[in-house]
C-alpha cells in the first residue's frame, strides 16, 4: 500500500455509501490523528483501537449518519505521495465556503483549517471533508 490515508478515506467513502454502521482499517498514528479531527468536527462518531483478525493493529471506526444519509458527502485526498500539497497559514483553502473542512499535518500536529489559521501555522493539505 502506497498511500495508507487514501486508503482508510477510501474505506470510510465506500462505507458510508453503503450504509455501514462500522469500518475496519489497519492502525497508525496517523491514521488515528485523522481521525480526532474528523471526531472533533463531528464528521464520524468515535473510533477505538482494536485487533484485527490477522493479530495486526486495526481502527474500528463508527460512521455517523443524519435521517439515513451519511454526514460526509465528500472526502477528498489533496496531497498524495506523487504530488504533495504544502500552503501557508493564509492560503489554505476554504472548503464550500466554510462548511467543510481542510485537515492539515502541521508542525504542532494534525489540526483543521481553522485551527491551524488560528495557530497560524501552515503545513500539508492530507485532504477535505464536506
Known sequence: M???IADMLTRIRNSS???KSTVSTPASKL???VLDVLADEGYIRGYEKTT?????PAIEISLKYYEGTPVIR????????GRRV???ANDIPVV?????VSIVSTSKGVMSDANARSANVGGEVLCTVF
Open 96 to 100: 464550500r465556503q466554510g462548511l467543510g
Open 31 to 33: 491514521r488515528a490523528w
Open 86 to 88: 504544502y500552503m501557508g
Open 17 to 19: 455509501m453503503r450504509g
Open 74 to 81: 465528500e472526502l477528498k485526498r489533496v496531497s498524495t505521495p
Open 52 to 56: 484485527g483478525a490477522d493479530g495486526h
Open 2 to 4: 502506497n498511500d495508507p
